[in-house]
């Protein structure tokens, strides 16, 4: 869950990267992908460590049917390590989300007031896609947010396994809607397929 997290916080950069660059992209040099690919494996692993020398704990999630951090202890150690997880995990990568498509967003309107015509509906294809993926990100890990933070700071049984199933599983797929809504959003491509 916080590798696909971290690593749409580092495809929307990367997009905002490339998509404002004024210089043609050297497709031959992957050194920057790997960058990105390692720094959000080691981002995630930083944070999924912590449990496993006591920070926190893993345990069984929902029904018991998968694992994940224990959202039930309310003792100040797992406390903890859920804000942490919701600050560092969430709102951050979040953040970087919004920034990346706005400064994109505000790069294409920019270009789209010097040439006008075509250039404004490029703007509205990319503003509904930029909005489209922001939306579905909030769908798919807010509710699983909400559920730890209840969970956590909530009364104790408030949040049963069956309730938690949904929020897991939204969260969980959150790495399969963005390339759907890529591909169907962008015109490139679309005219590709």
Known sequence: GI????????????????MTRTTEADTTNYRKSWTGIILSWTYSLLWTVPPLFGWSSYGPEGPGITCSVNWHSKDANNASYIVCLFI??????????VYSYGKLLCAVRQVSSINKGPGRSREQRILVMVVVMVVCFLLCWLPYAAVAL??????????????????????????VYNPIIYVFLNRQVSEML
């Open 3 to 18: 590798i696909s997290l971290i690593s749409l916080a580092v495809l929307s950069y990367e997009r905002y990267c490339t």
């Open 88 to 97: 560092f995990c969430l709102v951050i990568p979040f953040a970087i989300i």
């Open 150 to 175: 209840i969970a956590t700071f909530g009364k104790p049984g408030l949040i049963t396994p069956a309730a938690s199933i949904i929020p897991a599983i939204l969260a969980k797929s959150s790495t």
